[in-house]
C-alpha cells in the first residue's frame, strides 16, 4: 500500500529515516547525529510533509505486515517539483517487488499538479539509484552540485519530462 504520510506517523517516519540514514548514509543531506537530535515536534512536521500544500510525502507499507518499506518525497524548489528522500528496504527492493516504481508513480502524479518536469539530486558514487532513475526516463541535465555532508563529493542533477 502507498499512501501519505501524516503528523501523527511521526514515530514510524523516524524510524524509517533512520533506518535510511543507516543504511545508505550518503544517499541523503543528513546524518544520523542530526537525525536522533531532532524533537517529536521536529517528526511530526516531517510526517505533516504528506498533507502539506505543494509538497508530499509518500511511504510504501507491506500489507501482510504492516511495516514500512519505503519512502519518497516532494517539494518545490525553485518552483520546479523536486523528489528526495527515496528509499526502499533491502527486502522491498527489486524490480520483482515494484515498491520503487510504485513510490515514484505516486511522487509523478503530484508533481504534474505542480510543473511538467520532475528534478531530482543524486550522489555520484549512488550507482544503483542512478541506474533505477535512468530506467525510469530520468536524464543527467550536466549541472551538479556539492554534496552538503562533504563537498568533495557531489550530486549529479537528473531530469525527467512528465
Known amino acids: 500500500m502507498i499512501r501519505r504520510t501524516t503528523a501523527d506517523d511521526w ?23 542530526t537525525a536522533f537530535a531532532h524533537s517529536e515536534a521536529q517528526w511530526r512536521i516531517r510526517g505533516d510533509r504528506g498533507a502539506g500544500p505543494r509538497q508530499t510525502s509518500l511511504v510504501a507499507i507491506d500489507s501482510a505486515t504492516d511495516r514500512w518499506v519505503g519512502t519518497m518525497g516532494g517539494f518545490l524548489e525553485s518552483g520546479r517539483p523536486l523528489l ?8 522491498h527492493r527489486g524490480r520483482s517487488q515494484g515498491v520503487a516504481a510504485a513510490l515514484l ?11 511538467d518536469t520532475l528534478v531530482l539530486h543524486v550522489h555520484q558514487k549512488n550507482s544503483r539509484a542512478r541506474v533505477f532513475y535512468e530506467r525510469h526516463g530520468f536524464v543527467a541535465t550536466g549541472v551538479t552540485v556539492p554534496y552538503v555532508l ?9 531530469v525527467k519530462q512528465l
Open 150 to 158: 562533504d563537498p568533495t563529493n557531489l550530486e549529479i542533477e537528473m
Open 84 to 91: 528526495v528522500g527515496v528509499y526502499v528496504s533491502p527486502s
Open 11 to 33: 514515530v514510524r517516519v523516524r524510524e524509517l529515516r533512520l533506518e535510511m540514514i543507516r543504511d545508505t548514509p550518503m544517499a541523503f543531506g543528513e546524518s544520523l547525529e
Open 105 to 115: 508513480e505516486g511522487i509523478e502524479r503530484w508533481a504534474r499538479s505542480e510543473g
